[in-house]
Nanobody
Framework: QVQLVESGGGLVQPGGSLRLSCAASEIIFSAYSMRWYRQAPGKEREWVAHITTGGSTNYPDSVKGRFFISRDNAKNTVYLQMNSLKPEDTAVYYC????????WGQGTQVTVSS
């Protein structure tokens, strides 16, 4: 059974950093484009980072220069390094694998608050 398991969320002060991880199992990880999304209470889910199978990355303007996505195909894991965090970054963060099929993780809570 395919699983995407996120970890690394938590409570952090404004200006702080967190690194999220998403470990995939039962898929050919290297064949999947990977994305991170987030969803804040009362808001729609939004995309925050994308990495292609070839390692190219892109980000929306809201996080560009602060968030960085990377992948380790040997570990079947994608990461999201989040720096200079703001209260408006508070959300549940989801990992997404897009290839022959589409898979989602269960999400990890990130709270940015003093």
């Amino acid at each position: 059974q395919v699983q995407l398991v996120e970890s690394g969320g938590g409570l952090v002060q404004p200006g702080g950093s967190l690194r999220l991880s998403c470990a995939a199992s039962e898929i050919i990880f290297s064949a999947y484009s990977m994305r991170w999304y987030r969803q804040a209470p009362g808001k729609e889910r939004e995309w925050v980072a994308h990495i292609t199978t070839g390692g190219s990355t892109n980000y929306p303007d809201s996080v560009k220069g602060r968030f960085f996505i990377s992948r380790d195909n040997a570990k079947n894991t994608v990461y999201l390094q989040m720096n200079s965090l703001k209260p408006e970054d508070t959300a549940v963060y989801y990992c997404n694998a897009n290839g022959r099929f589409v898979y989602w993780g269960q999400g990890t809570q990130v709270t940015v608050s003093s």
